[in-house]
């Protein structure tokens, strides 16, 4: 009775043995190891790596393009205290405002309203740049928003009276 | 840790590395802010060329036996 009993499991380990062999994929048991694992590893760091030059090359490309835009937005004495002026920089295609401030300095910003889009306005009673659409406001000295939906600054264009002219030499994205 | 062992874990640090400057230049560069793309793309090139010195370390150390 045991050594039938003994020779029933034995067919069964047997049995089990086999399924364990038929469930082995030997392709994947030789890919999927240790050595392939770093070297998928090393491949996708030079990947990633190199993949960060094209960027550095485009953005190369493109501050020299904008360094060298230099355009004459108007003469000194055409705008008063508290007047504004809306002309384009550094394309045709970005509206942009300069502001004559109380304390008689020149600023000058992309009014673009940094929330959706919309066009924003100088407005001299309240001296802060007004984007009417969602009723954003922005400080007139830095470009920051004060209230409203918008959360960031508009980018600034960067000035330089010279000869009696305002002139447009770049434009700056993040600042102060 | 011996050679290999360290080589073969500083290749994840870099790949670490060069995940967080790839998505930094690329914040940099929709952001119009080329400085921090200049920077982060010499901290990832650098990054890969001490991965490629460690890979080699750690293959030659691999394979000696």
């Keep these: 009775m045991t050594e039938d009993r003994k020779k029933n499991n034995q067919s069964a380990n047997d049995q089990d043995m086999m399924k364990l062999v038929d469930n082995l994929n030997r392709k994947e048991d030789v890919n999927l190891n240790r050595r392939a694992f770093l070297k998928a590893s090393f491949g996708t760091t030079v990947a990633l ?42 394309t045709e295609d970005e509206p942009a405002v300069l502001v004559r401030t ?22 001299k009673k309240d001296n802060v740049l007004l ?35 305002v002139l447009a030499v770049g434009r700056e994205y993040r600042h102060g | 840790m011996d050679k290999k062992r360290v080589s073969f874990l500083s290749i994840f640090v870099f790949l670490a590395i060069n995940v967080i400057s790839l998505s930094k230049v690329i914040e940099g560069f929709y952001g119009k802010e080329y400085g921090h793309v200049y920077s982060f793309m010499i901290v990832a090139l650098i990054s890969t060329g001490l991965a490629t010195i460690a890979f080699f370390t750690w293959r030659k150390q691999e394979y000696k036996s």
Excluded: M, W
């Design chain 1, 102 to 123: 109380p304390d008689d300095r020149y600023v000058a910003y992309n009014n673009k309203c940094t929330h959706l889009q919309c066009p924003v306005f100088y407005e």
């Design chain 1, 49 to 90: 790596g190199l993949a960060t030059t094209p960027f550095g090359v485009i953005s190369a490309v493109r501050s020299e393009k904008e360094d060298s835009n230099q355009v004459e937005i108007a003469s000194v004495d055409e705008l008063a205290i508290g007047e504004a002026k809306n002309f384009n920089y550094p």
């Design chain 1, 131 to 165: 984007c009417p659409c969602h009723k954003g406001y922005f400080d007139v000295n830095n470009g920051h928003p004060v209230a409203g939906p918008p959360q960031r600054e508009l980018p600034k264009i960067l000035l330089e009276v010279k000869d009696g002219k």
